[in-house]
Structure formats: structure tokens, C-alpha cells
């Protein structure tokens, strides 16, 4: 059974700095792995789409990384701004028949002013 | 291009009731998956659809079901509600089960009381 887990659970920076968030999973066989972003009781914005042939994906100050063999990936985010504060959600599908997104707790970051 | 729309935004309902609720695929997507997020909580895969079919089913308890029609959105159905479903409910939409990333709506906030 894949399980994805989200470490640190949450992060406080100040404005400015460069973070990275860190995602793993038990189970290397994925198709592809996907960063999410979610205000308070909203829904979900899909930030990076990574498929298991790549090594990572970048949009603007935000880059994601996947070693597939050693299951991780990071979310790096650059130049931090209050407008960042959120929970980050990575999820990963795998590539037999299943259909699922498997979710990691997520990373509740505050960036301050 | 409106993105994924859910109904109802929130609700509150009495142990025991039953809920239904709404989901409107992008246009163009044919897959539509359902997820349960406790807070706190990253989301939990409950029912995937495609093309009207059942492609992939989560580990809930038959309270749950889902049905898919023929514009592609989908009604996701919870009997014997139980205090323990209040959660948001997620839908996602995409092109098809495994071609493309997800795109989520702004999920329905159900309160069982």
C-alpha cells in the first residue's frame, strides 16, 4: 500500500527565504507525482505536474524535483512571500491500473512579513 | 472557462440524514474522481468515474455511493450520515483516468451534527 508523507508538518519563515518542502513515498512505481496548494477550507490548486520520466518541473519560483528509485520529491520555493502561506499537498499515482491519488498529510507553511 | 464547479458550498446535516452532492467536470473532461478531506488531513480517494463507469473505488463503507451521467458530472451520495463524515468533499476532474493531472473544485463543506 502506498503511503506519502509530508515532512515538516509546518514551517514558519520570514518573507524572503528560499524553502524547500520535502515529499516521500513508499511505493516507486508511480506514474506521476503532482504539488498542490490549498488555502484554508478551499479546495485545491494544482501547482507542478512531475510524470515519472522527468526529473522535475519548474514555474516560476517554484521548483519540483522526483527521484522515482529513492522515493522523494522536493518543492522548492524561491524568495518567499507572505502571498506563499498555505498548506502544500504532494500526491502520486501509480502506474498499474489504479486511478487514485494518494495524498501526503501536507506542509502548512506561514511566511512573515 | 469555468473550472470545476461543486453544490452545494456547505452544508449541515442531522445524523442519520442523507446528502447528495453535485460536480461539474471542466468542459471536455471525462473523468471525475471524489475525495474526503478531514481536517487537518490530506485527501482520501473515495470513487472515480469515467464514461459513466466505475473505474476505481476507495476504502469506505457502502453509506457511499457515486453515479456518473451522461454530460459527465457526478453526484456523490452518503446515507446513515455519521458524525464522522463532516469533512470537505473534493471532486476532480480530467481528461481521462490516466493521461493528465487533476484538477479539483472548491469542495463542499459537510458538518454532520
Known amino acids: 500500500k502506498q503511503e506519502v508523507t509530508q515532512i515538516p508538518a509546518a514551517l514558519s519563515v520570514p518573507e524572503g527565504e528560499n524553502l524547500v518542502l520535502n515529499c516521500s513515498f513508499t511505493?516507486?512505481?508511480?506514474?506521476?507525482l503532482q504539488w498542490f496548494r490549498q488555502d484554508p477550507g478551499k479546495g485545491l490548486t494544482s501547482l507542478l505536474l512531475?510524470?515519472?520520466?522527468?526529473r522535475e518541473q519548474t514555474s516560476g519560483r517554484l521548483n519540483a524535483s522526483l527521484d522515482k528509485s529513492s522515493g522523494r520529491s522536493t518543492l522548492y520555493i524561491a524568495a518567499s512571500q507572505p502571498g506563499d502561506s498555505a498548506t502544500y499537498l504532494c500526491a502520486v499515482r501509480p502506474d498499474n491500473a489504479g486511478n487514485m491519488l494518494t495524498f501526503g498529510g501536507g506542509t502548512r507553511l506561514m511566511v512573515k512579513p | 472557462d469555468a473550472g470545476v464547479t461543486q453544490s452545494p458550498t456547505h452544508l449541515i446535516k442531522t445524523r442519520g440524514q442523507h446528502v447528495t452532492l453535485r460536480c461539474s467536470p471542466i468542459s471536455g473532461h471525462k473523468s471525475v474522481s471524489w475525495y474526503q478531506q478531514v481536517l487537518g488531513q490530506g485527501p482520501q480517494f473515495i470513487f472515480q468515474y469515467y464514461e459513466k463507469e466505475e473505474r476505481g473505488r476507495g476504502n469506505f463503507p457502502d453509506r457511499f455511493s457515486a453515479r456518473q451521467f451522461p454530460n459527465y458530472s457526478s453526484e456523490l451520495n452518503v446515507n446513515a450520515l455519521l458524525l464522522g463524515d463532516s469533512a470537505l468533499y473534493l471532486c476532480?476532474?480530467?481528461?481521462?483516468?490516466?493521461?493528465?493531472?487533476?484538477?479539483f473544485g472548491s469542495g463542499t463543506r459537510l458538518t454532520v451534527v
Open positions: 511505493d516507486s512505481a508511480i506514474y506521476n
Open positions: 512531475i510524470q515519472s520520466s522527468q
Open positions: 476532480a476532474s480530467s481528461l481521462s483516468p490516466g493521461l493528465s493531472g487533476y484538477t
